[in-house]
């Protein structure tokens, strides 16, 4: 077993049943970018991302009570540095292993890039890739989201679009379409405030998502402040257009 610590390439921890760490190998190590010395005699716990506490300690609970006897996921760990690690995280108990005491042995793979990978795919999923607002798609989660968290909240929706953009288009071409688009949404994704979002829906058409809408006497104010924002002069590489935006809103329970 020892040998088989040392040697493995994937890090491996043991440690007693109240989380204690009584071995540590070399490329568990490298992954928490410490020293065998900084993890024996330590509850493995300290090096868990406080996201993930709360479950790794029911999970454990759960394991040494026996009402688990493997655990399995992918959790958020913190480097001696600080940095945090994506490690995927295979548990076992061993009974009476270590002086007639139940012991557990983990084993970790990092899995950081992947998880990378994953969240980039989804943040595409519901971005505009033209101009990096959300997209319909987000708009939808974003509804959905504000329904469950108060499903009797009234949530409003201002439309807006450009006046005009399809002559800037037609005479000016696409690719300075775009350009106008993107400045467009910069300008709109500035004055936007959280807790409302904003996103594009297609075209030159965007929608501000108010969650808290109940309040109709600051919508005036919402609307104008977002038409004086992206109406006006917008510089290109031919000359410079000027299109105006006009906007408008509905409210209703979600």
Same mark, same amino acid.
């Given at each position: ?33 410490? =020293?065998?010395?900084? %993890? +024996?005699?330590?509850?493995? *716990? @300290? ?8 479950? /790794? ?77 959300? =997209?319909?798609?987000? %708009? +939808?989660?974003?509804?959905? *989201? @504000? ?8 949530? /409003? ?98």
């Amino acid at each position: 077993f020892q040998i088989s610590m040392e040697h493995a390439p994937i890090g491996k921890v043991v440690v007693d049943n109240a989380g204690i760490v009584l071995q540590a190998n070399p490329a568990v190590c490298k992954l928490l970018r410490c =020293n065998e010395d900084d %993890l +024996v005699g330590v509850d493995f *716990r @300290h090096f868990v991302h406080p996201d993930n506490l709360d479950s /790794g300690n029911a999970q454990f609970a759960a394991l040494m009570d026996g009402s688990a006897t493997h655990l399995s996921s992918e959790r958020k760990y913190l480097r001696a540095d600080g940095t945090a690690v994506w490690l995927q995280r295979d548990l076992v108990l061993v009974p009476a292993a270590h002086g007639g005491d139940d012991v557990a042995i983990a084993q970790f793979q990092d899995i950081t890039s992947r998880r990378r990978v994953e969240a980039e795919l989804a943040r595409l999923a519901v971005t505009d890739p033209l101009t990096g607002l959300g =997209n319909r798609l987000a %708009l +939808v989660e974003g509804v959905t *989201r @504000h329904h469950d968290a108060a499903p009797e909240a009234v949530i /409003g929706v201002v439309f807006i679009d450009l006046d005009g953009f399809k002559q800037v288009n037609d005479i000016h071409g696409h690719s300075v379409g775009d350009a106008v688009l993107t400045a467009a949404a910069h300008r709109l994704a500035r004055i936007v405030e959280p807790p409302n979002s904003a996103y594009r829906l297609g075209g030159d058409e965007c929608v501000v998502l108010v969650p808290t809408a109940a309040d109709t006497a600051r919508w005036p104010e919402l609307m104008d402040r977002i038409v004086r924002a992206m109406s006006g002069q917008y510089d290109t590489d031919t000359s410079p257009v000027t299109p105006a935006a006009s906007a408008g809103w509905a409210r209703g329970a979600s």
